[in-house]
């Protein structure tokens, strides 16, 4: 069974920054890509940026310049990196990735981790 477990969620005033944690943990083989999603209030759940198991990223065009997504294949864990953080950053933030365990790959999700982010 894999799990991912996210952290670093919480309140912060508008310019301000927070770093969020992904830890996989299971019988984990490889990661494949990993990302982040957002869910704002009233809002779709959006891609807000991933980054391959060599290192590519992708950004959302509403993140470009202020998030930076990376992270740490020894410590099966990913990091986001926001600043400059707006009030149009408010959601729940939710860990993606595709994992290959021993029973072979699927896609997984995180419990979610809340931002506010308040003017």
């Known amino acids: 069974q894999v799990q991912l477990v996210e952290s670093g969620g919480g309140s912060v005033q508008a310019g301000g920054s927070l770093r969020l944690s992904c830890t996989a943990s299971?019988?984990?083989?490889?990661?494949?890509?990993m990302a982040w999603y957002r869910q704002g209030p009233g809002k779709q759940r959006e891609l807000v940026a991933y980054?391959?198991?060599?290192?590519?990223?992708h950004y959302a065009d509403s993140v470009k310049g202020r998030f930076t997504i990376s992270r740490d294949n020894a410590k099966n864990t990913m990091y986001l990196q926001m600043n400059s953080l707006q009030s149009e950053d408010t959601a729940v933030y939710y860990c993606?990735?595709?994992?290959?365990?021993?029973?072979?790959?699927?896609?997984?999700w995180g419990q979610g981790t809340k931002v506010t982010v308040s003017s």
């Open positions: 993606n990735a595709y994992v290959v365990a021993g029973g072979g790959g699927d896609d997984y």
């Open positions: 299971g019988s984990i083989l490889r990661i494949n890509l």
């Open positions: 980054i391959t198991s060599g290192g590519s990223t």
